[in-house]
Nanobody
Framework: QVQLVESGGGLVQPGESLRLSCAAS????????MGWYRQTPGNERELVAIINTGGSTNYADSVKGRFTISRDNAKNTVYLQMDGLKPEDTAVYYCNAHYVGSTSLDYWGQGTQVTVSS
């Protein structure tokens, strides 16, 4: 049974930081590309950051220079360090595990709420 469990969300003021974690189980973590997405009510889920199996990263323009994605294959965990948070970062953040091989597999976490407000 595959599980992706996010944690670390919460309410912070503009300019503050949060660190999201996503612990994976039931998959061979090191062979999955991992990503963070976010969604606000009435909008589509959007990519925030991804890290591939080799450790290369890519970010949405809106978070470049503020957010950092990393992974610890020994702990089956992916992180999203979010600094300089803005009200427009408010969303539900989802962890994604993506495998590309003879078949494509996608798994999602349940989401964690991040609210940036003064």
């Amino acid at each position: 049974q595959v599980q992706l469990v996010e944690s670390g969300g919460g309410l912070v003021q503009p300019g503050e930081s949060l660190r999201l974690s996503c612990a994976a189980s039931g998959i061979i973590f090191r062979i999955y590309h991992m990503g963070w997405y976010r969604q606000t009510p009435g909008n589509e889920r959007e990519l925030v950051a991804i890290i591939n199996t080799g450790g290369s990263t890519n970010y949405a323009d809106s978070v470049k220079g503020r957010f950092t994605i990393s992974r610890d294959n020994a702990k089956n965990t992916v992180y999203l360090q979010m600094d300089g948070l803005k009200p427009e970062d408010t969303a539900v953040y989802y962890c994604n595990a993506h495998y590309v091989g003879s078949t494509s597999l996608d798994y999602w976490g349940q989401g964690t709420q991040v609210t940036v407000s003064s």
